[in-house]
């Protein structure tokens, strides 16, 4: 069995957090299909084809914002999604230098 990378766990979390029904879910789910996760520094950026997907609701006037769902695990560790324009932009990660296995977290409304 070979090891699980950072971020695989990532996308695993991130798509147990878009399986949590709130507005625009579907469009987000689909949007994780034809998406690529990047490590960074505090999580990983999210590069959507845009070309393949459309874009959940989003309201112009505030085209970023963290999306309406979070997964928590021990201690302190928070990991928040970001939209921007409708579309997956980011997955944050607080009080963890890795994203914990995803049999560790739970997910709730934000």
């Not at 990660?93 to 296995?101: I, N, R, V």
Request: hydrophobic share 40%; net charge negative.
């Amino acid at each position: 069995m070979r090891p699980v990378s950072d971020v695989e766990r990532a996308r695993v979390i991130l798509s147990m957090m878009l399986d949590f029904e709130f507005e625009g879910s579907q469009a987000y789910r689909n949007q994780l299909n034809v998406a690529e996760l990047h490590r960074h520094a505090t999580g990983c950026g999210i590069t959507v084809d845009r070309s393949r997907v459309g874009p959940a609701p989003y309201d112009p006037r505030v085209p970023g914002a963290r999306l309406p769902v979070e997964a928590a695990g021990h201690g302190k560790l928070l990991v928040w999604v970001h939209g921007f324009e409708g579309y997956l932009d980011d997955l944050e990660l607080l009080d963890a230098g890795k994203f914990p296995s995803p049999d560790t977290i739970r997910v709730r409304s934000a």
